[in-house]
């Protein structure tokens, strides 16, 4: 099976602007889960999604949101960008209902805000 | 906040030795999960040990846990120069609606030829 994909890989934007990023997660699998990685505070959960639905969510303003498609697929919008929102942004799958609770993540999409 | 807390946070190796990191958290959890992260790039799932696990073994990966100390450790033997990661512990309190992983700081290992 093919694994988790993000696009893009690397994006460059400036401040006050709106970023869309996308995931595509294993095949079969329903539940998708964003990341925020930076080298202050490191990982952080953003928010999860299953079935369309947003399940839960992380400690994050508002600027940040996203959705499931019915095919699983994610996006995260991040609008009203800050410099302070540069950072590796992770997705990751996971079978929920599966033998492991295994989440898988994807390359990562690499945000430059200046 | 991070759940886990990694120690050393740096580690630098001869090929051949073996890096033994630790991770601490602080609340009840579900599965902690090891996940090897190569400069910057996405995380590579190594191992997941339940919490009524005690040890589990994959390849050259030695994992063990103490929910009585909430701590666990990752040993590598025999590292290689391509170990050279950032190595994160997560840990997960519960499934459904409420699963999301929490991740210490990491270690940085250097595996040196």
């Known amino acids: 099976k093919a694994g988790v994909t993000q696009t893009p890989r690397y994006l460059i934007k400036t401040r006050g602007q709106q970023v869309t990023l996308s995931c595509s997660p294993i095949?079969?699998?329903?539940?998708v889960s964003w990341y925020q990685q930076t080298p202050g505070q490191g990982l952080q959960f953003l928010f999860e999604y299953f079935s369309e639905t947003q399940r839960n969510k992380g400690n994050f303003p508002g600027r940040f949101s996203g959705r499931q498609f019915s095919n699983s697929r994610s996006e995260m919008n991040v609008s009203t960008l800050e410099l302070g929102d540069s950072a590796l942004y992770l997705c990751a799958s996971r079978l929920e209902g599966g033998p492991t609770d295994t989440q898988y993540f994807g390359p990562g999409t690499r945000l430059t805000v200046l | 906040s991070q759940q886990g807390e990694e120690d050393p946070q740096a580690l630098s190796i001869q090929e051949g030795e073996n890096a033994t990191m630790n991770c601490s958290y602080k609340t009840s959890i579900n599965n902690l999960q090891w996940y090897r992260q190569n400069s910057g790039r996405g995380l590579v799932h190594l191992i997941l040990i339940r919490s009524n696990e005690r040890e589990k073994h994959s390849g050259r990966l030695r994992v063990t846990l103490d929910t009585s100390k909430k701590s666990s450790s990752l040993l590598i033997t025999a590292s290689r120069a391509a170990d050279t990661a950032s190595y994160f512990c997560a840990t997960d309190a519960g499934g459904g609606s409420n699963y999301k992983l929490t991740f210490g700081k990491g270690t940085l290992l250097t595996v040196n030829p």
């Open positions: 095949s079969g699998h329903r539940s």
